[in-house]
């Protein structure tokens, strides 16, 4: 066994490797770039290697770089994880080259894989089924025809050379296809300048369904199957293991056509065999057809560890250090059901745009399994993939399994920006999903309703409002004695909450115990029993702030912005003599004195309130007659604090 492994990777695949390496007993080495210093999988590893600038290009994707970071610090080999460069046939020869081990599949084994055509030829001298078609030379219009009849209708016509869905046409029957075949050659002939197409297939409901291998060099096994139909632009959202719907049958012939796939390029270490698969009339032994593999970990690889018990990690270890494959064929079984949701720092309703930001609370449901490369105060940064975390949920059955996922994600808290966690919830909840009838356009048939921004009702903006106040604590705690500062008067605070602006106006009763208006709705919140209520739902709302920013975690995060007091207070003020408290608050600096000369915008107090610094700025130039109160007072909304001489009038 390895005394010391390198991790040539950063974010969440980083740290999941290092977790299994440290509970093997083996040292790691982290690499990271400028922005990555203060990073998870930096504070994990036992040692860490500065290798570049941000940009992947100046750090991760530096082969040589890594290498040398590997021998300086005595490690023995190199885990790639996923992405970067995991795939890369030629780093794994400078790896092994250097004297190390590159913990993954050989040079020639990636390179079998990493060119489709050649892959998929590989794969039919192998007996593993392809995707019926055509990929000659002849482009003679009555032999494509008679090569359509052939591979059975619906057949797609592709351009040789295409890309964007130019030159491609989808025929349904055979009268369509010699007009469907002039449109597309067409089509190519002006885009690319080669009128070639080929021909294939069409699986009319798609499911994407990959099959876990692992090999030593020469045998392997199976892990069983994962499900990746949920998908949108080919992008994997939610995972599962086993696949719905999936017979022993089916289950057998493609675990076996995965295991001579892996077992015909001397396959070595974790990998995945993906299939399109035809869900049109249920899940059948001769529906299911070789897309490519993927000569790595998957990000998705959790699911299979929780149905089957296996450590991939470790087994990559185990066996790239010389190990015999841990476990038979048949000591291998599946139990129970698992889900894992790809969290992403996206702004779903802008069409999935990645976001940034610093993540200002940061907590997840102890009952799911959670894979991140962040914490709390981290930052999402613009040069990674912005993904937060993984979420995964085990159970015995499929039912059970996913309404623990989509509990999971209704707990998921995340502060700081925005996420796809209500996409997510919403998806597991939707009807044919949880019905497990999926395939690859479920999710584009369904956008309109799974991207929804989601909109707070008055009880989430009630609980804001209170939090914003300061009334009701961030962690739902009893409140604090309010009474002495708060007379039985209505407060308000302005918030904002999907570019909405609204009032939130509340009147203290008692300590813990609050009406709260906004617009027509009036809502009774109060602390009682050890919980807070709005009205008669007791309310297992979460919350967080950062400055202004406020999130509400009920249900979904609700995001809303408490606007300064002083915003509300401008137009009013303006030309006035008297600066008052916007509300209450504790003085906490006075910058005036009787006689001072001043001009509009200079800041004349700070008042503390509601966890945050306002400053008091003079609503016009002017001489400060007086000073109402002193520094450390505490005041009440509209208490007068500074007074302005009267402007002298012309005669």
């Not at 009787?594 to 130039?621: C, F, N, W, Y």
Request: aromatic residues 6%.
């Amino acid at each position: 066994m390895f005394e010391k492994i390198l991790i040539a990777n950063r974010g969440e695949i980083a740290c999941r490797v290092m977790e299994t390496a440290r509970a093997m007993g083996v040292k790691t080495v982290a690499v990271y770039s400028d922005v990555d210093a203060g990073a998870k999988h930096v504070a994990l590893a036992d040692q860490a290697v500065h290798i570049g600038g941000a940009a992947p290009a100046e750090s991760y994707l530096k082969g040589d770089v890594i290498i040398a970071a590997a021998l300086e610090t005595g490690a023995q080999g190199i885990h790639p994880g996923y992405g970067f460069l995991s795939e890369n046939p030629e780093f794994v020869e400078a790896v092994e080259a250097a004297g190390l081990t590159f913990i993954g599949p050989s040079a020639d084994a990636i390179r079998a894989m990493g060119l489709k055509d050649a892959a998929k030829a590989l794969m039919e001298k192998a007996d593993v089924p392809v995707v019926p078609g055509y990929h000659g030379a002849n482009q003679d219009p009555a032999f494509l025809a008679e090569q359509a009849d052939t591979i059975g209708y619906p057949v797609l016509i592709k351009a040789v050379a295409g890309g964007g869905g130019k030159g491609m046409r989808l025929v349904e029957e055979p009268a369509a296809f010699a007009d469907a075949l002039a449109s597309a050659q067409g089509e190519a002939t002006t885009a690319f300048g080669n009128p070639d197409v080929l021909i294939e297939k069409f699986v009319t409901s798609p499911r994407h369904i990959e099959v876990q291998v692992f090999g030593d060099g020469t045998s392997a096994v199976h892990l069983f199957e994962r499900d990746c139909s949920l998908q949108r632009r080919h992008q994997k959202v939610i995972e599962e293991a086993p696949a719905p719907g999936m017979t022993e049958e089916m289950r057998a012939a493609m675990g076996q056509a995965a295991v001579r796939a892996a077992e015909a390029i001397g396959y070595k270490g974790a990998g995945t065999i993906e299939f399109i698969v035809d869900g049109s009339d249920g899940l059948r032994p001769d529906g299911f057809w070789f897309m490519e593999m993927n000569t790595r970990l998957q990000v998705e690889h959790p699911v299979t560890e929780a149905i089957t018990g296996v450590d991939l990690v470790e087994w990559q270890l185990r066996v790239a250090s010389g190990e015999p494959l841990p476990k038979s064929q048949d000591a291998l079984t599946i139990t129970g059901h698992s889900f894992e949701a790809r969290i992403y720092a996206e702004d779903v309703p802008k069409g999935f745009l990645p976001a940034t930001g610093t993540l200002s609370h940061l907590e997840f449901p102890a009952q799911a399994r959670i894979d991140s490369g962040v914490r709390a105060g981290d930052t999402i940064s613009p040069w990674y993939d912005p993904m937060i975390a993984k979420l995964v949920v085990h159970g015995p059955t499929r039912d059970v399994a996913l309404k623990q996922l989509e509990r999971a994600l209704r707990w998921t808290d995340v502060g700081g920006t925005v996420t796809n966690v209500s996409f997510l919830a919403l998806l597991a909840a939707q009807p044919d999903f949880v019905a497990g009838d999926v395939d690859t356009g479920l999710i584009d048939r369904n956008i309109d309703t799974l991207a929804q921004q989601p909109v707070a009702c008055t009880k989430s903006r009630a609980i804001a409002g209170l939090t914003a106040m300061g009334l009701r604590p961030l962690d739902g705690s009893a409140p604090a004695n309010t009474l002495v500062l708060w007379s039985p008067l209505t407060h308000v605070v302005t918030l904002t909450h999907n570019e909405e602006r609204f009032d939130v106006a509340v009147q203290v009763n008692d300590t813990g115990a609050y009406t709260v208006q906004i617009g027509e709705a009036s809502h009774e919140v109060t602390y009682k029993t050890g919980a807070w209520w709005v009205d008669d739902t007791k309310t297992l709302a979460r919350t967080a702030r950062t400055g202004n920013e406020l999130t509400v975690f009920w249900g979904n995060g609700y995001r809303f912005t408490v606007v300064d007091p002083l915003e509300r207070e401008d137009e009013a003020a303006a030309g006035g003599n008297l600066i008052a408290a916007p509300m209450p608050g504790l003085v906490k600096a006075i910058f005036a004195e009787a006689g001072q000369t001043v001009a509009q915008g200079d800041r004349l107090a700070i008042l503390e309130a509601m966890k945050m610094e306002h400053s008091l700025l003079a609503p016009r130039d002017g001489i400060v007659a007086d000073v109402l109160v002193t520094e450390g007072a505490q005041v009440e909304d509209g208490s007068a604090l500074i007074l302005l001489e009267e402007e002298e009038t012309a005669e």
